[in-house]
């Protein structure tokens, strides 16, 4: 997105970034590729050049998305307009990588509008919060499982509570998976009674966190309580993608946790 973009006084923008692992070719192949961007966010298809068609598949956290693809270049400018609104004003996503020494790159994510965004800058602050959480899998996932395909795990329940109480609700949705009092680099294991997981935490943050699963598999868990969509309410949600497992035992797990979190869900509404 050039300077020039952002001249405008109506424009509204959000910037994420984060240092990862890997080459600007690796990092392009996570994030421009449709098999790389399903391993650690959500399953798309993308035609690899300016002008061309993009969906994003993001059931059960909303609906799917048919974008634009509005810059390619390469392994370093990947860009795309999605339609929001009955007006469809275009939300302009652009991620940047940027080598560094080491081995390293830096992904910057700025997503926001060009022009007349003051009537969403709500929407703006929350996609900036959900590329500020997803660039954490993204890191994980180039530490851990580069160029690994993964098979998708996803869940969601309404808390049916207003979204100011979203830090007192991740503290209860943490502590009932045992992860309360817990920090990044420590080990995990749930509690009888939940969904079977053990590992490490990778990040932590209210509302937030990010678990390395080593068991009864390898995994990235995102659990979160967020409202996954412009004016959706607030809701627990489990986005983990399973790497080396074969899809029907995602599906089976999968259907544990909708229906844990269905009832998990109940806690709220007393």
């Known amino acids: 997105m050039s300077d020039d973009d952002r001249i405008d006084p109506s424009a509204r923008f959000a910037s994420n970034e984060i240092e990862v692992p890997g080459t600007p070719e690796e990092v392009w192949e996570a994030i421009a590729t449709g098999p790389g961007h399903a391993a650690w966010i959500f ?31 390469p392994p370093e400018r990947f860009e795309y307009d999605e339609p929001i609104g009955v007006d469809a004003k275009p939300l302009t996503t652009e991620i940047l ?16 509008f060009r022009d007349h965004g003051e009537d969403w800058e709500d929407l703006v602050e929350g996609a900036g919060e959900g590329w500020r959480m997803s660039l954490t ?44 009092g817990l920090a990044a680099g420590e080990d995990f ?7 079977a997981l053990e590992g490490t935490v990778e ?14 598999y390898a995994a990235l868990y995102a659990i979160s309580c ?19 497992t074969p899809s029907d035992v995602a599906r089976r797990e999968q259907a544990i946790w909708r229906a844990w979190l269905a009832d998990l869900s109940s806690i709220f509404e007393q």
């Open 189 to 195: 294991r749930t509690p009888a009674g939940t969904p």
């Open 43 to 73: 399953p798309a298809d993308i035609e690899p050049e300016d002008g061309g068609a993009m969906v994003i598949r993001r059931h059960p956290y909303g609906e799917d998305v048919d974008a634009t693809v509005t810059a390619w270049t």
């Open 97 to 112: 990588v940027q080598a560094k020494d080491g081995g390293h790159c830096v992904v910057r994510v700025v997503c926001g």
């Open 137 to 180: 899998v993204l890191r994980a996932y180039l530490t851990h499982f580069a160029g690994q395909r993964a098979v998708q795990l996803d869940a969601s329940a309404p808390l049916r509570v207003p979204e100011p109480e979203r830090r007192q609700s991740s503290a209860v949705l943490f502590d009932v998976l045992g992860l309360s």
């Open 203 to 216: 990040h932590l943050d209210p509302g937030y966190v990010l678990l390395r699963v080593t068991q009864p």
């Open 226 to 244: 967020f409202p996954m969509a412009d004016g959706a309410p607030l809701s627990a949600n489990v986005m983990a993608r399973l790497y080396g």
